[in-house]
């Protein structure tokens, strides 16, 4: 499924493919553009916690940490918020993820081929 704002469902090995995004709508420029990241997790970097990667929350901005990471700060502001999208920071990846519909969404455009290496982590 293709949305109208330049985002798609990724292919995702893992998962049925045909599978539908209610929120790609909510990518939209501005949303997806943002400031530099930060230097870390705030939640982590306030435990003093080490952290995998970084995702940041397409509604609100929040950045939390990935489920690989141990507090998987950016799941429970989903799990919190109700929000339904979190964006990659990873240097190199235009990537997102939907915790809602459990799908990978990429740029219109991009095959989403190595998406088995992009986990929602």
């Known amino acids: 499924m293709v949305?109208?704002?330049?985002?798609q469902v990724?292919?995702?090995?893992?998962?049925p493919e045909g599978r539908a995004c209610?929120?790609?709508a909510?990518?939209?420029?501005?949303?997806t553009s943002s400031p530099a990241p930060p230097a870390g997790c705030p939640d982590c970097l306030a435990r003093g916690w080490s952290w995998v990667r970084?995702?940041?929350?397409?509604?609100?901005?929040r950045v939390g940490c990935c489920d690989s990471s141990r507090g998987a700060h950016a799941h429970e502001h989903h799990v919190r918020s109700g929000h339904?999208?979190?964006l990659s920071l990873d240097p190199g990846e235009g990537w997102a993820w939907c915790f809602a519909d459990e799908?990978?969404?990429?740029r219109s455009g991009?095959?989403?081929?190595?998406?088995?290496?992009?986990?929602?982590c």
Not at 10 to 15: H, L, T, V
Not at 26 to 31: D, E, F, G, I, K
């Open 103 to 106: 799908v990978f969404l990429v």
């Open 26 to 31: 909510l990518l939209a420029p501005a949303a």
């Open 22 to 24: 209610a929120h790609l």
């Open 54 to 61: 970084l995702r940041r929350c397409v509604t609100c901005g």
């Open 110 to 120: 991009e095959s989403g081929a190595g998406t088995s290496r992009r986990r929602p």
């Open 10 to 15: 990724a292919a995702d090995g893992g998962r």
């Open 84 to 86: 339904p999208l979190a």
């Open 3 to 7: 949305g109208g704002l330049g985002w």
